[in-house]
């Protein structure tokens, strides 16, 4: 057991955590120090603590909870599958029922002809699926060489081995070892801070798919598969494409016969204000990946869609070899299978595609308030999900040094204002439940003001600007 700091109670929930338990994307040292903030229950857009504060969710805990907390057609959903087949599975020629209804309205809703759908149980399994599913198409096809996939820097994928070879953040690779042979990571397109002196947001996108295409060449275009990318970037920084950009990039790749993967993992289900980010930027991809949202995240799922011309090849193979090689467990968990599909005919039934559409304009619009905060470099965003990015300067763009010290900082001060948002580096996030009221953003935007000024006022008690 780990020694429990004085400043926390060993027999309390908080103290029990920090002897027991290790915690994803956390600095486990500064947990000893810090512990947790425990969170005992969520209704609609809020969550309570354990002394009974309560706090927005702006992020839908991690860019999922579309329908906020406490669903009751989602519990019913879980409990009347529990009752009638809590598990089976869907290997060797075996399924419940739910997932082959799920399968069918996925298909449906989907903005490009799909052909199959295979569920897994978490974005990052989704993506790791779809490197094997494209290595394996391509021996399929008689291209063993065309193996290297295209991911971009900040972009994010997951962090199985795979997964997190294709994410292009330092901290998903250091000391992991990572990535793998075959990734490999082309320009970020963040216009903003990117963009060259006089340069167009349009011919920064050509010059986006300019080092694309440099890149295809000099690796050669008959060992290049695929690119992988989000319609709009989430955990990089919520960056969203410059004007233009993803139509260049589309006829680079279609250029080179290589395959385009759409990462709807954040995007997917309403975020941009659209059933999937591909159609707010006309995106034509032949393989989509899907999760959070997929079941508001109440139960883990999720699924990747490819298109026929990939199935054929997949389903050739799978006969010459006697079998498709790949699966989990909890493929197609009936139970998730259920919940999952409740979560999408409560979409439509609520219109929250729509709804997501006009209270995210409201939410742009009062972010927007924050552009000549003195701390405040840009705010950009689509839909429900935004950004807004703290610098040392304005006028350089500089930014501060260390990088995060002080969205951290912001992020502690928006705890106190009873707000949860994410600060990734000095970005700070907004990604909240799809049934927010524009009264909730008021609140949103209310509280993230005031965790904002008391920012600035000690920025410039420590000098740093």
Same mark, same amino acid.
């Given at each position: 057991m780990s020694n429990t700091p004085s400043t926390i109670a060993p027999n309390s929930t908080a103290g029990r955590d920090v002897a027991y338990c290790l915690h994803p994307y956390t600095n486990a040292r500064a947990h000893e120090e810090k512990g947790p903030l425990v969170i005992t229950h969520g209704q609609g857009v809020n969550v309570f603590d354990d002394q009974g504060k309560s706090y927005i969710e702006a992020m839908a805990g991690l860019w999922s909870t579309s329908l906020g907390f406490g669903e009751e057609r989602l519990i019913e959903a879980a409990n009347k599958q529990m009752k009638e087949l809590p598990y089976y599975h869907s290997f060797t020629h075996k399924t419940p029922i739910p997932p082959i209804e799920l399968s069918e309205k996925l298909l449906s809703m989907a903005p490009v002809p799909m052909s199959k759908v295979f569920f897994a149980n978490s974005g990052s399994e989704a993506n790791d699926t779809v490197v094997k599913l494209v290595w394996y198409y391509n021996n399929a096809i008689g291209r063993p060489e065309k193996k290297k996939i295209i991911s971009r820097i900040k972009g994010y994928h997951g962090v199985t081995v795979a997964s997190a070879s294709m994410t292009g953040l330092p901290a998903n690779h250091t000391d992991f070892d990572l990535p793998i042979a075959n990734i490999l990571h082309t320009s970020c397109p963040h216009y903003w801070r990117f963009g060259q002196d006089g340069e167009s947001e349009e011919n920064f996108s050509t010059r986006m798919a300019d080092d694309l295409e440099k890149m295809i060449l000099e690796e050669g275009p008959e060992t290049i598969a695929a690119f992988i990318g989000e319609p709009v970037m989430g955990a990089g920084g919520v960056i969203v494409p410059p004007n233009g950009y993803w139509e260049k990039i589309q006829a680079v790749l279609k250029k080179y016969d290589i395959l385009l993967i759409a990462d709807e993992v954040i995007c997917g289900f309403g975020r941009t204000g659209n059933a999937f980010g591909c159609e707010t930027f006309g995106m034509k991809p032949d393989i989509i990946s899907v999760a959070k949202a997929l079941s508001s995240s109440y139960l883990p799922i999720s699924a990747v869609m490819i298109t026929d011309k990939l199935y054929q090849g997949i389903a050739d193979n799978s006969a010459k070899i006697g079998v498709l090689g790949h699966g989990y467990t909890y493929s197609g968990h009936p139970v998730c299978a259920a919940v999952a599909l409740e979560t999408l005919k409560i979409y439509e039934e609520r219109d929250l595609f729509g709804q997501a559409a006009s209270v995210g304009a409201h939410l742009q619009k009062g972010l927007a308030q924050f552009k000549d905060h003195p701390l405040v470099g840009e705010v950009r965003g689509v839909g429900l999900i935004a950004a807004v990015e703290l610098v040392q300067n304005k006028a350089t763009k500089a930014s501060f040094d260390p990088v995060? /010290?002080?969205?951290?900082?912001?992020?502690? !001060?928006?705890? $106190?204002?009873?707000?949860?948002? !994410?600060?990734?580096?000095?970005?700070?996030? %907004?990604? +909240? +439940?799809?049934?927010?009221?524009?009264? $909730?953003?008021?609140? #949103? #935007?209310? !509280? %993230?003001?005031?965790?904002?000024?008391?920012?600035?006022?000690?920025? /410039?008690?420590?000098?740093?600007?």
């Open positions: 995060g /010290k002080v969205g951290t900082y912001l992020n502690e !001060r928006a705890i $106190e204002e009873g707000l949860i948002i !994410r600060n990734m580096g000095d970005s700070i996030a %907004f990604c +909240p +439940p799809l049934i927010i009221t524009m009264h $909730e953003i008021d609140q #949103i #935007i209310d !509280r %993230f003001r005031r965790a904002l000024d008391k920012t600035l006022d000690w920025v /410039k008690a420590e000098q740093m600007i």
